[in-house]
């Protein structure tokens, strides 16, 4: 219910592993404490490279960064973008604290001593309540069962250890090819709530065993960043805690990508599919969600206009809602239209909304056309909604992805740090 | 429980009337089957001077504009500023309708005949579904009987009529003098959801027996709109319909208000008590709400990062949920005060809650301090909370008001059409 359905690309295959799908890096999850219930899942995890990593990250652009937002954004610059080790924990997010970043520097700090490597080389992401004093007892008391646990198949523990009110964990994984070298590309996301893209996203880890320079790493991740997780939307908050990490450790051996060449291009294209799906994957699984929904928007002006309409009509709660009951109240997707923040006739826009079981027009030149209620129910009562919107000034495009509104979301936004 | 605490202003008297409070102004409001079912209140009104009006009118800002904003703005165009009528309906917001532009003239039209005055004369406000057939004939058939029945004490009813979820009628009005003349300023609203400021606001009418040029007038509702309605946040989705209108007749027969005296500074402070107190009504009746929330940001470098940091804050759908739960989960405030779009020290900022049950400060110098759960559950389970934000940058300062997301809001939402 809560997979999405994976498109097809020539040349990459999806395949199991998560994180440890490349060569020569190893993960594992435990249950430390920091979460007060052994049941709550795990809440602690590590991902490891067997030999040190070309690194890049984006983070939030929130003017209040947790403490490790500051730590793994510092370690990248002392290290000149390399990094060895990821350790990341969930349920506390280490934001406001005046002990902050003395206390996501002794995380890194206890990982690394086990890890016999420099403290810079590690980086860390944390996610869960902003304010509240981060505990370091259970990761002293569990950082050594977390490094001797490192395993290959560690992959999932990881995955399931950052999450927060995920119904599931989120992972994909390519295999391609560079030059005759067998390539992997594989990460791990959390969402759920708290997600409004600007410039970073939720927790992400993504590894490779590419070869690239810190360089080309941090311009690929940047710029598909741009058209996955920043076109996420679950609630307009943006996070504290916003990370998204990549590290290479060039075992494939493929020759060193350090320009915009052929397997640049290979290789962003593979950070893309990975990308893209996990965001897909946490829309679907946005807080409370039931459904995941699709804006492409076509037609426009520039690329900033398709993608301000698009989010616009992805963000609006009240068409959330109506997606929540298949009740096409479809005047509300005009009306997000109207307020985007781009340039655009109102007068010349169409609306089509399709779905695995059917595609229904609703909007020709900017007004209603004459629809079946029951088929448009019909048509909505599928799991993934594509609302797709032609502008007519021009030929730029955009998407973005969402989620319904539901009272799931207002039921665990009530109760959360209960 | 849905009525706001009014605050006292020297000089200026709250009282009954509403948009009737003001010499010559009469009204009515009645079912005419716009909406379905009779039992669902009143669904059309009319708002008749018996002298012609200067008037003034501030309109949404969403490129796709219903009809009756193209029609009213065309109208006082056309009038140089005049008005004597303004005819509203519920239901039906007649956006988006290939007819739409001729409905809305045919509804000013039928009420023009009736008042023998030019169609230009009457202004038209509609708010409802958008994308749906307006029906002309409960208009037709119902026109003789509303203007039959306008009166003096017709406010409750036209107040009853442009109501869509909202759940009380929303009416205020005070009494001043200027120049040893009583002058009478009162207005009504509705509101509900779709409901994010930009330059404009819900459906308002506002009626004064004060003598003021065209031009005062629309200055005077510009600037106070900016400090009300357009501080007012529900949902983030702004309306194709958002209509402010004041009619001012004269027949206080104070000096004409023609440029920025004494005697316009309190025509202004009326107008903002009145369309401040609506702001809040709108705010606590908002779609689901059980809670009016109010933010005031102090110590701002511009009143544009203050407004811009009220804002965000008070449209956190997480800090909503939190509220709706008296929940003090308040590290999403300094999340949301984090991703406003202003310039400000993230290290700098101090947060104070209050109720009439009390007062707490949870952070300072932008870091969380110690509280009590149960103290902080306890002032927060009040039904008005003011969250008091104090930047480190500057003198400039701004107030928004908004609400509580709750269960209500999704079920309201996810079956409105029904």
Same mark, same amino acid.
């Given at each position: ?6 498109? $097809? ?59 490790? %937002? ?19 924990? $969930? ?13 996501? #520097?002794?995380? +890194? !700090? ?5 890890? +016999?490597?420099? $403290? ?19 990761? #002293? ?5 977390? %490094? ?9 523990? &990881? ?60 311009? &690929?991740?940047?710029? %598909? %960043?741009?058209?996955?997780?920043? +076109? ?12 998204? &990490? ?29 990308? !893209? ?17 699709? +804006? ?15 989010? !616009? ?28 923040? &781009? ?31 029951? #088929? ?43």
């Amino acid at each position: 219910m809560k997979d999405v359905k994976k498109i $097809s690309y020539d040349g990459y295959k999806y395949i199991d592993g998560g994180v440890c799908a490349a060569k020569g890096f190893r993960a594992n999850g435990l249950y430390s404490g920091i979460k007060a219930n052994p049941s709550e899942k795990y809440d602690l995890c590590l991902v490891v490279s067997d030999v040190l990593c070309n690194a890049a990250g984006v983070f939030t652009q929130n003017k209040v960064q947790a403490a490790p %937002v500051t730590v793994s954004k510092s370690h990248l610059k002392a290290t000149g973008g390399k990094a060895k080790a990821f350790i990341l924990n $969930s349920k506390n997010a280490n934001a406001c604290n005046p002990d902050g970043i003395e206390k996501s #520097e002794k995380m +890194c !700090s206890l990982a690394a001593e086990r890890l +016999c490597i420099p $403290s810079e080389q590690v980086l860390i992401a944390q996610t869960g309540v902003i304010g509240q004093t981060m505990p370091i007892e259970p990761i #002293e008391n569990n950082i050594d069962s977390l %490094v001797y646990g490192l395993s290959e198949n560690g992959n999932e523990k &990881a995955a399931i250890a950052i999450m927060t009110t995920d119904t599931v964990k989120k992972e994909v994984a390519v295999e391609f090819t560079l030059g005759g070298k067998v390539c992997h590309l594989g990460g791990m996301g959390k969402g759920s709530g708290m997600i409004c893209p600007n410039m970073a996203t939720t927790l992400n880890v993504i590894t490779t065993d590419c070869a690239i320079t810190s360089e080309m790493l941090q311009k &690929a991740l940047s710029d %598909v %960043v741009k058209v996955t997780y920043n +076109c996420l939307y679950v609630d307009g908050d943006q996070s504290t805690n916003d990370t998204c &990490a990549v590290m290479a450790n060039g075992l494939a051996e493929n020759s060193v990508i350090d320009s915009e060449n052929e397997d640049y291009a290979a290789f962003k294209q593979a950070l893309y599919i990975v990308m !893209s799906n996990i965001t897909k994957m946490l829309a679907k699984d946005g807080e409370g969600a039931t459904k995941l929904l699709e +804006c492409n928007v076509t037609g426009a002006k520039t690329e900033k206009d398709a993608l301000a309409v698009a989010k !616009s009509v992805i963000s609006s709660d009240l068409l959330k809602c109506a997606m929540f009951a298949s009740d096409a109240n479809v005047g509300r997707i005009a009306c997000a239209i109207g307020y985007a923040d &781009a340039d655009f006739d109102p007068a010349g826009f169409s609306v089509v909304l399709e779905s695995s079981k059917g595609s229904i027009k609703f909007f020709e030149k900017g007004a209603i056309m004459p629809f079946s209620e029951d #088929e448009a129910a019909e048509m909505l009562s599928d799991d993934e909604i594509k609302i797709n919107v032609t502008l007519s000034d021009g030929d730029a495009k955009a998407t973005a992805w969402g989620c319904d509104l539901t009272y799931e979301y207002i039921k665990i936004n009530a109760d959360y740090r209960t």
